[in-house]
């Protein structure tokens, strides 16, 4: 990363961040403890050299009017936590308050609200389950979208879910799962959705921990709005359909292997051209190396749903790295390495089969220092680097920033 991508943000930007610090260490002062719920403080100070992923400086003076494609912003949240143990019963929540503002690209200020609650619940030690919400609102990436509005994409989900162990060495489980899916942006209507996902699974336990089962998942997709093909609107419904298999396996004491793999058969209600089926898989392994380092890496072959009616799908091929170490009692350090590639099978016509079409390849790298001043009061430092290329060179860019945040929690 070169030193000339950053430029020297605006003295209110740094006021208002130095503020928000000082806020911390004043509630730090003065804090007195908490037991189950946990007021914060955060605030942030951050630049991305090429925050809508933008492939030229020719692009960007057609779109922006300026060949810097990049930005200073900050951030101030606040929020509370719950963590609470009531016999058997585990709640858990969850609310904050982001607001975020931009130098340069002020159209993309926003502020934003997150809130999540579960309660793991249990009755003896033969049934149990969860019970689940969550509200967010985000920025939406621009890795396909290059446009300086505000993208604010806002996710309602809800879930529940029930095991029995009917067995010491067998376990029933079944789960309802929903999600809601909106855009502030006009362009992205038709993205707008509703996603609902059932599922039954058994599984085998061994006395080690370990568990093999299989599961059975049904997943119903309606969209709120239709998307326009030349003189059609067309509403993009689906069901899917996939027959898994689960693996859970406790290799030794610091190597945990976990996979889950199968059959995968996705309907659309009218461009019935466009369905598929293939094999979804994906297979996590956790290494704790030392007691003080560990490593997790993550291989998948998975397929897509791209919501867009001139493509069909993208076959999804990745690989991750994440060592981590702890490097003092109180500094941690995080690295992340990554490497996808989606391959995208284009609609040749509205009711054409489904041909070969562009591949993304896609790489990053995010580095990750944590100090953790006392037990509640943390700050952190990331910086991050990411290339795209695409086979027809149509999307390809390269981007990179660095953030720098506290935390303080009561």
Same mark, same amino acid.
């Given at each position: ?31 007195? /403890? ?20 933008? =492939? ?22 606040? #929020? ?16 904050? *308050? ?60 809800? *879930? ?12 029933? +489980? ?11 942006? /006009?362009? *992205? ?72 793999? #199968? ?5 659309? +209600? ?58 003092? *009692?109180?500094?941690?350090? @995080? ?13 040749? =016509?509205?009711? #054409?089969?489904?041909? @070969? ?17 006392? /037990? ?14 695409? =086979? +027809? ?5 390269? #981007?990179?920033?660095?953030?720098? =945040? ?5």
């Amino acid at each position: 990363m070169k030193l000339s991508y950053f430029q020297i943000c605006r003295p209110a930007s740094v006021a208002r961040t130095m503020l928000a610090a000082g806020l911390c260490v004043s509630a730090a002062a003065n804090a007195e /403890p908490f037991d189950t719920i946990h007021p914060y403080l955060s605030t942030g100070l951050s630049y991305d050299a090429n925050l809508l992923g933008l =492939s030229s400086d020719a692009q960007a003076m057609q779109i922006l009017g300026s060949t810097n494609k990049g930005d200073w912003s900050h951030f101030e949240q606040v #929020g509370v936590s719950l963590d609470d143990q009531i016999g058997l019963q585990h709640i858990t929540a969850d609310v904050n *308050e982001t607001k975020a503002q931009y130098d340069r690209f002020t159209g993309l200020d926003y502020h934003s609200l997150v809130a999540s609650g579960a309660w793991n619940w249990s009755l003896g030690t033969h049934v149990g389950g969860i019970l689940s919400a969550g509200y967010s609102q985000s920025l939406a990436p621009y890795t396909f979208l290059h446009v300086p509005d505000l993208n604010l994409r806002t996710q309602k989900n809800g *879930e529940a879910s029930i095991f029995w162990l009917f067995h010491p060495s067998w376990r029933l +489980d079944a789960g309802v799962t929903a999600i809601q899916t909106n855009y502030n942006l /006009p362009i *992205e209507a038709a993205n707008d959705r509703n996603e609902y996902r059932a599922s039954v699974g058994l599984d085998y336990l061994q006395a080690n921990g370990s568990a093999t089962g299989i599961q059975l998942v049904q997943t119903r997709g309606y969209f709120d709005n239709p998307q326009s093909y030349g003189a059609y609107d067309i509403i993009n419904n689906y069901s899917q359909d996939e027959v898994d298999a689960k693996i859970d396996w406790r290799l030794t004491g610091k190597t945990r292997l976990q996979f889950v793999g #199968g059959w995968v058969h996705r309907k659309y +209600d009218v461009l019935t051209d466009q369905d598929y089926r293939g094999v979804n898989a994906r297979a996590i392994l956790d290494w704790s190396i030392t007691g003080k380092s560990s490593l997790n890496v993550q291989a998948w072959h998975e397929i897509g749903a791209i919501d867009n009616l001139t493509v069909a799908y993208s076959i999804n091929r990745g690989l991750s790295l994440g060592p981590r170490w702890d490097v003092t *009692e109180k500094l941690r350090w @995080d690295l992340t390495l990554q490497t996808l590639q989606m391959q995208f099978a284009q609609t040749a =016509s509205l009711f #054409g089969q489904p041909t @070969d079409g562009v591949t993304y390849h896609q790489n990053s790298a995010r580095t990750t220092l944590t100090y953790m001043a006392t /037990p509640k009061w943390q700050f952190q430092a990331t910086l991050y680097s990411s290339w795209q290329s695409t =086979s +027809d060179h149509s999307n390809d860019f390269r #981007g990179s920033g660095i953030q720098c =945040s506290t935390r303080y929690q009561f």
